[in-house]
């Protein structure tokens, strides 16, 4: 398989948080293949042709269990796990498998049920790793379920589903250019610029009009890459959402977005307090005998001294 390919074949076990399984993958190697290949490789090679490799990627995934010798695995597979589970059962029955059966028995919820007899599947499993099928097997050879390797998911993949539909209101393309703008421009770009908002034609959702936020200098490295811009956003959407770019009026700041800003404004609007109080003002305050409180009015006459002069 070519490299492209196997890129391909990664960003799809990404997007469906598991692993494809290893026959699959033999399979896709072999010359039963050979024609589901040269379809993904086509599709692959157009531009916006993600979308189409995925459909193409699950008739292979449909003709892999349709062929013979899946079948053949597939069977030989279930008659194992089958084998290894009444083993299992007998050796908990057993003298060496009765402390687990306790365990389980005496398992107050079914949580803590379910908890023990995995310790005691992995334990029968370490005993026996023979009779797991292969597939069923980790490093440590102690599952007895089928290994399937997930991806850790980011904090903004887990809380993307809270802000999507603040970020729609932007008129973003599902909030996906917002989210994925440094992966589409690349990080020198994502850093200088900032996606503003998204405008389509009356009753359309394509070929849409892209207001992007720069720094200032940064105008013209926009116009100069603005087709580079729609193409990669139209590949990572895989139909034409893009087809113009334009500039935003207003900077991209990227303190605005911080509170930074908001948080300079604030503190320089802060008036200074005076350096003493009015005579009149300390005369009622040296009678006040709670120290504490005393302390709180010196300061708030101090504040109302400086903002009448």
């Given at each position: 398989m070519?490299?492209?390919?196997e890129?391909?074949?990664t960003?799809e076990e990404?997007?469906?948080?598991?692993?494809l399984s290893?026959?699959?993958?033999?399979w896709?190697?072999?010359?039963?293949?050979?024609?589901q290949?040269e379809?993904?490789e086509?599709?692959?090679a157009k531009?916006g042709?993600e979308?189409?490799?995925?459909?193409l990627?699950?008739?292979?995934?449909?003709?892999?269990k349709?062929d013979d010798?899946?079948k053949r695995q597939?069977a030989k597979?279930?008659?194992?796990?089958?084998q290894?589970?009444q083993?299992?059962?007998?050796w908990l029955?057993?003298d060496?498998?009765?402390?687990?059966?306790?365990a389980?028995?005496i398992?107050?919820?079914?949580e803590?049920?379910e908890?023990?007899r995995?310790?005691a599947?992995?334990?029968?499993?370490?005993a026996n790793?023979?009779?797991l099928?292969?597939d069923?097997?980790?490093?440590?050879?102690?599952r007895?379920r089928?290994v399937?390797h997930a991806?850790a998911?980011g904090?903004?993949?887990?809380t993307?589903?809270?802000?999507?539909?603040?970020?729609?209101?932007?008129?973003l393309?599902?909030a996906?250019i917002l989210?994925n703008?440094d992966?589409?421009?690349g990080?020198?770009?994502?850093?200088?610029?900032r996606?503003e908002?998204?405008?389509?034609?009356?009753?359309?959702r394509?070929?849409?009009?892209?207001?992007?936020?720069?720094?200032?200098g940064?105008n013209?490295i926009?116009?100069?890459?603005?087709n580079q811009i729609?193409?990669?956003?139209?590949s990572?959407?895989?139909f034409?959402?893009i087809?113009e770019?334009r500039?935003?009026?207003?900077y991209?700041?990227?303190?605005?977005?911080?509170g930074?800003?908001i948080?300079?404004?604030v503190?320089?609007?802060?008036?200074?307090?005076a350096?003493?109080?009015n005579?009149q003002t300390?005369?009622?305050v040296n009678?006040?005998?709670?120290?504490?409180m005393?302390k709180?009015?010196?300061?708030?006459g101090?504040l109302i001294k400086?903002?009448n002069?």
């Open positions: 070519s490299p492209n390919l890129d391909f074949l960003r990404r997007r469906r948080n598991r692993s290893k026959r699959f993958r033999a896709l190697s072999s010359e039963k293949a050979q024609n290949i379809k993904l086509r599709a692959l531009s042709g979308s189409t490799a995925v459909q990627l699950k008739k292979a995934e449909e003709a892999y349709a010798a899946y597939d597979r279930k008659k194992s796990l089958k290894f589970k083993a299992f059962e007998d029955s057993s060496r498998g009765q402390p687990y059966q306790k389980i028995l398992g107050q919820t079914d803590a049920k908890m023990a995995l310790d599947e992995k334990a029968f499993a370490r790793p023979h009779l099928p292969d069923y097997r980790d490093a440590s050879k102690t007895i089928p399937r991806f998911k904090v903004e993949e887990l993307f589903d809270v802000i999507e539909p603040g970020l729609n209101q932007l008129g393309v599902g996906n989210r703008w992966k589409i421009v990080s020198a770009l994502a850093q200088n610029t996606p908002r998204v405008t389509f034609p009356p009753k359309g394509t070929n849409g009009t892209l207001f992007i936020k720069a720094r200032q940064f013209t926009i116009q100069h890459n603005s729609v193409f990669r956003i139209n990572h959407f895989g034409k959402a087809t770019v500039i935003s009026k207003r991209y700041d990227e303190s605005s977005t911080t930074e800003k948080a300079h404004n503190l320089a609007a802060r008036i200074q307090p350096n003493e109080l005579p300390a005369k009622l009678q006040i005998k709670d120290k504490e005393k709180a009015f010196e300061e708030l101090k400086a903002r002069g």
